[in-house]
């Protein structure tokens, strides 16, 4: 049996990937560049993200900086109005918590996460959240992972990581964590192969969290 889940935030819990994506795709056609989204995404499982496109096409750092705050607040006027729910998840996690002591790790930044979670029952199943500044190398690095096993004082093997990202994968992986990953229309594309678990929706996790395995 898991005792610990570890779940990633964004295209897990709330369905906000794809207006991250439409934040910065919006803020980089202001400085002349153009931002698809499979090449975002290939960028997103090597570590990199909105600017790399942007610095190959030799846009200078202050430039990039300008549109990185364009793109904060594109995403938030996002997060505001439009719908990131994901069917179930709220239901899922009830039962899940009478198995399993959860806790969210997130590349999201502490702002954006508070934004979200506004008047949002999530955070409340959780035993804590780590945000992007409270670890110092992101994903795919293993460190927000050891870091949640570290609060948790858990096991490897008696911990699940539940991620939706080749990246995210990548940083279960390299924490040596068995990783479920839920697929999405989003990150359907990527590579999931090392995962120990594909699986369609957060309910699946039951029977994965009682069986161990």
Not at 22 to 33: D, K, N, S, T
Not at 204 to 211: A, G, H, K, M, Y
């Amino acid at each position: 049996m898991k005792k610990y889940l570890l779940l990633d935030h964004d295209g897990v819990l709330v369905d906000t990937e794809p207006w991250y994506f439409r934040a910065g795709q919006r803020a980089l056609a202001e400085i002349g560049v153009g931002l698809d989204p499979d090449l975002y995404l290939a960028d997103m499982a090597r570590g990199a993200g909105t600017w790399a496109r942007a610095r190959a096409a030799g846009v200078d750092e202050g430039t990039i900086d300008r549109a990185r705050e364009a793109r904060n607040d594109y995403y938030r006027d996002y997060l505001r109005t439009e719908a990131i729910e994901i069917d179930g998840v709220l239901d899922a996690l009830a039962e899940l918590a009478t198995h399993a002591r959860m806790a969210i790790v997130t590349t999201a930044r502490g702002v954006d996460f508070d934004l979200i979670h506004e008047g949002r029952q999530i955070r409340r199943f959780m035993e804590f959240v780590l945000v992007r500044e409270d670890y110092t190398n992101a994903k795919p690095h293993p460190e927000p992972y050891l870091t949640g096993l570290e609060r948790f004082g858990a096991a490897r093997d008696e911990t699940l990581v539940v991620e939706d990202s080749s990246r995210g994968l990548q940083s279960a992986v390299a924490a040596g964590i068995d990783c479920a990953v839920v697929l999405n229309e989003f990150t359907r594309g990527q590579d999931f192969s090392l995962a120990t678990h594909r699986i369609d929706t957060l309910t699946e996790l039951t029977d994965i969290v009682r069986d161990g395995t």
